[in-house]
T-cell receptor, first 112, second 113 residues
Framework: DAGVIQSPRHEVTEMGQEVTLRCKPI?????LFWYRQTMMRGLELLIY????????DSGMPEDRFSAKMPNASFSTLKIQPSEPRDSAVYFC??????????FGPGTRLTVL | QQPVQSPQAVILREGEDAVINCSSS?????VHWYRQKHGEAPVFLMI?????EQKGHDKISASFNEKKQQSSLYLTASQLSYSGTYFC??????????????FGSGTQLTVLP
């Protein structure tokens, strides 16, 4: 299996621009998680889906962030408009039953 | 609320043992352990779902004390490959979501030859 695939691996953008991060989970996994990792705040859960349905989005920082999962093999995390404080590594993880999670390689986002 | 990990960092020689602790102020449903190497993604090590449960993974094992709301990760006869940052993640009984993981700030483990 190819594992969780994320794209792009690196993204540099300017403040105010829209950013879209993409994730392809492991086939057959029913759960998908989006995390953000920074030195200051550590690893934070943003939102997770079960069978393509958002279950808990309490970690989404504000309305500028949105996530979708249109089908079992694809999810997006969108930031519009982006701000410098959004700079972080964003991880997508998938899980067969929601417990053991398999993380993708991450997207390193830099907002100038 | 974020679980508290201790120590923040530990350096040991190959073959030595280490213990990493994780404690929470809230009643726990489960404790998860992950290891992250620099520049890489976290990798799942184990999950403990019941109080008093112990699990093992090669020479890495963990315990979960439900009453004390804490877990410990034991690394025995450490190898160079054990180096990395270890995170505990907890799910609170009160969270309402059995998959809502809150991670600690991590323990940086360095194994020297």
């Amino acid at each position: 299996d190819a594992g969780v695939i994320q794209s792009p691996r690196h993204e540099v953008t300017e403040m105010g621009q829209e950013v879209t991060l993409r994730c392809k989970p492991i086939s057959g996994h029913d759960y998908l998680f989006w995390y953000r990792q920074t030195m200051m705040r550590g690893l934070e859960l943003l939102i997770y889906f079960n069978n393509n349905v958002p279950i808990d989005d309490s970690g989404m920082p504000e309305d500028r962030f949105s996530a979708k999962m249109p089908n079992a093999s694809f999810s997006t995390l969108k930031i519009q408009p982006s701000e410098p404080r959004d700079s972080a590594v964003y991880f997508c993880a998938s899980s067969p039953r929601g417990h053991e999670q398999f993380f993708g390689p991450g997207t390193r986002l830099t907002v100038l | 609320q974020q679980p508290v990990q201790s120590p923040q960092a530990v350096i040991l020689r190959e073959g030595e043992d280490a213990v990493i602790n994780c404690s929470s102020s809230k009643a726990l449903y489960s404790v998860h352990w992950y290891r992250q190497k620099h520049g890489e993604a976290p990798v799942f090590l184990m999950i403990l779902l019941k109080g008093g449960e112990q699990k093992g993974h090669d020479k890495i094992s963990a315990s979960f004390n439900e009453k004390k709301q804490q877990s410990s990760l034991y690394l025995t006869a450490s190898q160079l490959s054990y180096s990395g940052t270890y995170f505990c993640g907890t799910v609170n009984i009160s969270s309402g979501s059995a998959r809502q993981l809150t991670f600690g700030s991590g323990t940086q483990l360095t194994v020297l030859p």
